[in-house]
């Protein structure tokens, strides 16, 4: 149990004039790094108590920041940090005259950590509302909590960060956190294992407008313009200009929307219909405009739907349950006399609000003026008549998607650049209009999305959504070791918490095997059935029982976060990712077999946790995977994988199951043997090899390195009511058939 919350003081609070800018500079002098008495130490910690009780009074009382960049997208080589000599309580200086004003005494207390649902598992960090004190962990720990201050963090970031008692970084190396500008991919080389970033490598390839059409119009070409029209057409000039003419000559009444391909906030967007007054300036991107908006009052809209990434891969994805409807503030009207009029056409915030008739709203519940919550957008529809649990769906569709066009880069720069995928999350800005038929279309997608809180309407809203992301963020306080240099005081580490179990583990080596043979194996089938997916559940390994538990974990912290994928539907997804993962097959599965029963799951994760079975930590009954030899058959005479039983038995320890018998299921008991395909049948044991064991242990290369295997030696692989021989081409692309060819 930690201490109780402190008590404030409105004394201290009232000291700010004389102790504000010493207290910035106290508690983060060169000194404390250095080894000090215990009595210093102690002196220290009071210090930084004191400093917090000022801050607890601060960050209650700012708002927004007039400074703060509105919807900046570009893509930026690297941090901005505020001086070093600043502190949390100083950035909000500018409410200072209010602070004598008492604090709330109705505050509820909240424990600074959340504690997972499983056993073996570190706490994650606590973000409190503005309704709520988060109690102070002990001074060993408490000063772990450092955040690298950017020029662009808003100051809903540093009001929530300030309640759970976080201080500047001084250092490069120290801090857990940081929400900055975006970076050139190789900058993120520098983000060490037990810090995160709000951004992902290579999310410009949705956040800049012509990189969104451009995967966008690849997913239309591979699977179709029905699964992929939620985006207007558009055309990236010059490279697309005789392409433009042709469809601008094919429509003369169309009207056309020119935008830079990477600027916001409204600026350089214009509406067009002539040919003539097409801007000569390059590059651009030329879209064609929604002339049919549904419109409410007369007026055009857009909603911007808050979209959270934890993890590429897995992917993981939220959607918050609030957001923003956003008002032209002219009525609107298809004349082409009109066109030049931007508060009719435009719908951007940053745009209207310099119109004199532009009208404020304070009251997220109610539809007036001309910004609206999401939910009193959805209240009024159904008052309307209109099923806005069908429209909530298909953003739903259209956000997954759009994320999905983005994975295989994404993905890619995260295995290049990044560390550990602990180190990135990101907050996206889908920008969404619906037409005439409630059909939502993708405008824009924001990866720095504004949080300017200038109303109580966006500070209810993005103050809740702040707060909800960070706690899904999952922050872990590290180890002292991994962040403090070898001289500091001994012992520093004896209080800091278990490390995160994403953290690389020591995996024994037939379960390290094991793990490589099935993520092979689940990934060879190019039109995989549901049966064969749903195998993957059979035996679970220590990656996997990890995964898991992080993706439950993570949904138990969701707040008003709602989890788009994986779902109970998400594998009519997996078709269109470039290339199949194992670990969305698995995720996809669990929570398709466990959304009606989260509780049977997070009660089988949990008996795993307690074993340790997710760090490595593996007992001598650990089940361990080995290839179901029932799903493969050979033409008679064919002995490619005759050494399959003995191998494994040999390599992967007494635990591994021979050919036809059945694997453990994930609990580990014998499921009831499964009827076998037609025409597959256990295969003969045989013997092998040293060298044949050697090779399997290995991790899987691109191609196969068996050039003896011929064609005729290989197994069939049965799958949807066809039958298929792997390859053993040199060329083959898939890590799977490679392995199998191998073994």
């Given at each position: 149990t930690w201490p109780p919350a402190p008590r404030l003081s409105s004394i201290h609070l009232g000291q700010l004039g004389k102790e504000g800018p010493k207290e910035a500079r106290g508690p983060d002098s060169p000194t404390r790094d250095s080894s000090s008495p215990a009595d210093t130490q102690l002196d220290l910690g009071e210090a930084e108590d004191l400093e917090e009780e000022l801050v607890d009074g601060l960050e209650d009382c700012c708002s927004h920041d007039e400074n703060e960049e509105e919807e900046g997208d570009s893509e930026c080589s690297s941090f901005s940090a505020v001086s070093t000599s600043e502190s949390v309580a100083v950035i909000s200086r500018s409410c200072a005259e209010i602070l004598t004003k008492p604090l709330s005494s109705e505050k509820v207390v909240r424990p600074a950590l959340v504690y997972s649902l499983f056993p073996n598992v570190p706490p994650t960090i606590y973000f409190g509302t503005r309704d709520e004190r988060v109690e102070k962990l002990p001074w060993e720990q408490r000063k772990l909590l450092r955040w690298k201050m950017s020029t662009v963090t808003p100051n809903i970031v540093?009001?929530?960060?300030?309640?759970?008692?976080?201080?500047?970084?001084?250092?490069?190396?120290?801090?857990?956190?940081?929400?900055?500008?975006?970076?050139?991919?190789?900058?993120?080389?520098?983000?060490?294992?037990?810090?995160?970033?709000?951004?992902?490598?290579?999310?410009?390839?949705?956040?800049?407008?012509?990189?969104?059409?451009?995967?966008?119009?690849?997913?239309?070409?591979?699977?179709?313009?029905?699964?992929?029209?939620?985006?207007?057409?558009?055309?990236?000039l010059p490279q697309d200009a005789k392409l433009l003419r042709k469809a601008w000559e094919s429509s003369s009444r169309q009207k056309w929307i020119v935008k830079p391909p990477a600027s916001a906030r409204g600026i350089g967007i214009q509406v067009i219909h002539k040919w003539s007054q097409l801007p000569k300036r390059r590059p651009l991107l030329v879209q064609r405009y929604l002339h049919k908006p549904y419109l409410i009052s007369g007026s055009k809209f857009d909603l911007r739907i808050y979209v959270y990434v934890t993890s590429y891969d897995p992917l993981r994805i939220y959607l918050f349950s609030d957001g923003l409807v956003r008002f032209a503030s002219c009525k609107y009207s298809p004349s082409m006399k009109s066109l030049g009029n931007k508060f009719m056409h435009l719908t951007n915030y940053s745009v209207n609000k310099k119109n004199a008739e532009y009208q404020a709203n304070a009251d997220e519940t109610a539809c007036q003026g001309h910004k609206w919550a999401l939910k009193a957008l959805w209240n009024y529809l159904s008052q309307k008549g209109v099923n806005s649990d069908a429209i909530w769906e298909k953003i739903k569709d259209v956000v997954v998607k759009t994320i999905i066009s983005s994975e295989p880069y994404v993905t890619s720069l995260l295995k290049m650049y990044v560390r550990r995928p602990y180190s990135c999350h990101e907050l996206f800005g889908f920008d969404i209009m619906l037409d005439e038929n409630l059909k939502p279309w993708v405008l824009e997608v924001n990866i720095s999305p504004s949080l300017h809180s200038s109303s109580p309407l966006d500070i209810s809203i993005k103050g809740q959504m702040i707060r909800d992301l960070l706690n899904l963020a999952g922050f872990v306080l590290p180890n002292a070791e991994d962040i403090v240099p070898s001289s500091s005081s001994p012992g520093s580490a004896s209080t800091s918490l278990p490390s995160s179990p994403r953290e690389k583990c020591r995996v024994a080596p037939e379960h390290f095997t094991a793990q490589k043979m099935k993520k092979a194996y689940y990934l060879t089938q190019k039109i995989p059935d549901q049966d064969f997916y749903a195998s993957v559940l059979d035996v679970l390994t220590p990656d996997d029982v990890r995964i898991l538990v992080e993706m439950e974990d993570e949904f138990?912290?969701?707040?008003?976060?709602?989890?788009?994928?994986?779902?109970?539907?998400?594998?009519?997804?997996?078709?269109?990712?470039?290339?199949?993962?194992?670990?969305?097959?698995?995720?996809?599965?669990?929570?398709?077999?466990?959304?009606?029963n989260k509780l049977k799951g997070v009660d089988l994760l949990r008996s795993w946790c307690y074993k340790g079975f997710h760090t490595g930590a593996v007992s001598d009954s650990a089940p361990v995977w080995s290839l179901p030899t029932s799903l493969l058959t050979i033409p008679k005479g064919d002995m490619a994988l005759s050494?399959?039983?003995?191998?494994?038995?040999?390599?992967?320890?007494?635990?591994?199951?021979?050919?036809?018998?059945?694997?453990?299921?994930?609990?580990?008991?014998?499921?009831?043997?499964?009827?076998?395909?037609?025409?597959?049948?256990?295969?003969?044991?045989?013997?092998?090899?040293?060298?044949?064991?050697e090779d399997t242990s290995k991790e899987p290369s691109l191609s196969s390195k068996e050039p003896s295997l011929s064609t005729q030696m290989l197994p069939l692989m049965k799958y949807s009511g066809q039958t298929s021989r792997l390859s053993a081409s040199p060329t083959s692309q898939s890590t799977g058939d490679s392995l199998l060819a191998a073994v």
């Open positions: 540093k009001q929530t960060i300030g309640r759970s008692h976080f201080k500047i970084s001084k250092r490069n190396d120290d801090w857990l956190g940081c929400w900055g500008h975006h970076m050139k991919s190789p900058s993120f080389r520098s983000i060490r294992e037990h810090q995160k970033l709000n951004h992902f490598p290579g999310s410009f390839q949705i956040g800049r407008k012509d990189r969104l059409w451009r995967n966008l119009s690849r997913m239309q070409s591979r699977f179709g313009k029905k699964e992929f029209s939620f985006f207007p057409q558009s055309f990236i138990s912290r969701r707040g008003q976060f709602e989890r788009i994928f994986p779902s109970r539907i998400s594998s009519r997804y997996l078709r269109f990712f470039e290339q199949p993962r194992y670990f969305n097959i698995l995720t996809t599965q669990w929570e398709q077999k466990y959304h009606g050494a399959l039983s003995k191998s494994e038995t040999g390599k992967l320890g007494k635990h591994s199951f021979s050919e036809g018998s059945i694997p453990p299921s994930e609990d580990g008991t014998i499921p009831k043997p499964k009827k076998t395909q037609a025409g597959l049948s256990p295969l003969p044991g045989k013997p092998s090899s040293s060298k044949d064991l």
